[in-house]
């Protein structure tokens, strides 16, 4: 279960294990803002945040409110190509201080732009697998209670469903859960709509498991908030608990 989404979403089960997930949708749909609040609310002491060049603001900090602790546990590195990041992500296991429980790439788009061929992708998809299944048996080794894992989220831009990247059918093989976020046809235009306002619907699929969906409102400064669907259900969805706000969501 994509339980870190999830919870990256208001709603999450704690202690749930996590299949690989991609999270997936057209430009400025909010995909690193999401990835970047899995980040500071995942499970354990240490995150890792991947992606082909430096972040210019953190997409997830809450305005004026943001918890040191929180960043202190997200480790940013940022391999500029599809080499570096597999020379990266090879040599993990030897370059960090502990194992993490959470592996976010983001921009796996860039990353597979120069691919010549389906090979490329699977050969990233399987290495992401394996190594975040190797951290999960560190994590399991050093637990003196509960074994946790090792969860692994990626964000890749694509038009829409029914414009899938060529390389979306390997991906699949390798991330079995997908959050889909695409944009809100049925949301009303309303005051607050108007001037630029952008929503989203995110879908969550994955196996064994009945689809669930939130509303996703990202506002003109990039504020997101986040209500549970049906939404049509709410007298005031943006006041609906498991609301939220996070700033930034550039991409």
């Known amino acids: 279960m994509a339980a870190v989404l999830k919870r990256a979403l208001g709603s999450a089960e704690p202690g749930q294990a996590s299949a690989p997930a991609l999270v997936l949708g057209p430009a400025r749909s909010g995909r690193s803002a999401l990835l970047f609040r899995a980040a500071l609310g995942?499970?354990?002491p240490?995150?890792?945040?991947?992606?082909?060049?430096?972040?210019?603001?953190?997409?997830?900090?809450r305005r004026g409110e943001s918890d040191p602790r929180g960043l202190q546990r997200v480790q940013f590195l940022y391999p500029p190509s599809l080499r570096e990041l597999l020379r990266l992500v090879a040599s993990l296991h030897q370059s960090l201080p502990g194992p993490p429980t959470l592996i976010l790439l983001d921009g796996l788009e860039q990353y597979l732009a120069g691919c010549p061929g389906p090979r490329a992708a699977a050969r990233l998809s399987a290495l992401l697998v394996d190594t975040a299944s190797y951290f999960t048996g560190r994590l399991s080794?050093?637990?003196?209670?509960?074994?946790?894992?090792?969860?692994?989220?990626?964000?890749?831009?694509?038009?829409?469903e029914a414009e899938a990247d060529e390389h979306l059918s390997i991906l699949q093989r390798y991330f079995p859960a997908r959050c889909w976020l695409c944009p809100d046809s049925r949301a009303p235009l309303d005051q607050e709509d108007c001037g630029g306002d952008r929503t989203f619907r995110a879908r969550l699929s994955q196996p064994g498991a009945p689809d669930q969906e939130w509303r996703v409102r990202f506002g003109?400064?990039?504020?997101?908030?986040?209500?549970?669907?049906?939404?049509?259900?709410?007298?005031?969805?943006?006041?609906a608990s498991g609301t939220d706000r996070v700033a930034g969501a550039e991409k």
């Open 220 to 239: 003109l400064d990039g504020e997101m908030r986040v209500s549970p669907l049906p939404w049509e259900h709410t007298e005031n969805p943006g006041a």
């Open 141 to 160: 080794a050093d637990s003196q209670g509960s074994a946790p894992c090792c969860q692994l989220i990626a964000s890749m831009r694509v038009p829409s």
């Open 46 to 61: 240490r995150a890792l945040f991947l992606a082909p060049s430096a972040l210019q603001r953190l997409p997830g900090a």
């Open 42 to 44: 995942g499970p354990g």
